[in-house]
Structures are given as C-alpha cells and as structure tokens.
C-alpha cells in the first residue's frame, strides 16, 4: 500500500497510472468519485469515497480517476496497493503478566495400568504440562481424575500435553510396564 495525494478544484478531475486491486481512502475534505481501469481501458466502475471508505477490486486495476463533482476544492490521501494492509492501532493499556514460579518437580512413574495423579490441585497455577518421555513405549492419556483408557488427552512418546488449571492432574498407563512422565507447573 502506498498514500497518493490528489488536490482538486471544483469540477476538476486526476487520471493517473497506479497498478493495484485495493484502495483505502485516509483523508479527505470532501466527497470524490473514484473510477478503476483495467489495463485494456475496461472501466471497473465509480464509487463515492470519503475518508474512511474502502474499495476491493476483484479484477486487477492500472489506472485511477479521481474526480471532484463538488463546489468546493477537496484535497484527499488513498492507498492504493495489491493488498489490504491494516493500520489502524489500538489505544489503552495492556497489562502483561508473566508467572512467579516455574516448578519442575521430580519425574513421576505411573503403573502398568493405572492412573497416577501427577500433580495435586493448586490455587493460583496457571498451566501444568505433562510430557510423556520420549523413552517410553506407551500411549498415555493425561486429565483430570477420571483419565483411563478411553478419557483424557493421548499423550504419545515425546509429546507433552498442558492443562490450564489448577485442578488435579492425572496420567493413565494402558501399558504392562511402568512408565515416567515430566511435569512442570507454572504458578
């Protein structure tokens, strides 16, 4: 996208060749009338711009006539370019906040074929993230206390699942032989 001034008397009107397929109007001190021309001089249409207004072209445009049908000389700004770029800001305050305390506790084995809780609830924790060491043979679900084969969140070898809360977190080991899981709670 890039500005294009236009100043225009009463009645007067500007051609100019400007490649693109999007027009944004940032400024004007009056209404104009804006015409797209494709490359084989096929009009595209007239539309009313005022600052503020926008205009898609489906079709690929190359030439741009502004045209002032007003009684007053108006002076307007356009972007023009291939794509939509938005500009617009944001006011006000953002507040970020980032945790206190990470805690990586110690490995947590889970028995052949059952459920484990891997971390106790706890106020105020933000995420717990559960990873299944890449070591291990099985496919482990990971939830809340009621993981078991067919609930909570499958947890392959090397994945590691995170769960906002601050609840209770289990693992469930379908397997015949133990398995150990990371778990490190962001609070």
Known sequence: MRPYGFSLSAGQEATRSIDGAFVRCDSATGEVYLTLETSDGRSLGTVAMRAGKRVRSGVPFSKVRVENQGAASVDVTLEIGALEVDSSEMAGTVTVSVPDTVDSANDVTVGAGSAVQVAAARAGRRYVMVTNLPS?????????????ANNGTPAVPGQTVT???SGAV???????AAQDVAVVEVY
């Open 136 to 148: 291990n043979s099985e496919t482990l679900r990971v939830g809340g206390s009621g993981a078991a």
């Open 170 to 176: 289990y693992a469930y080991n379908p397997g015949a």
């Open 163 to 165: 769960h906002d809360s």
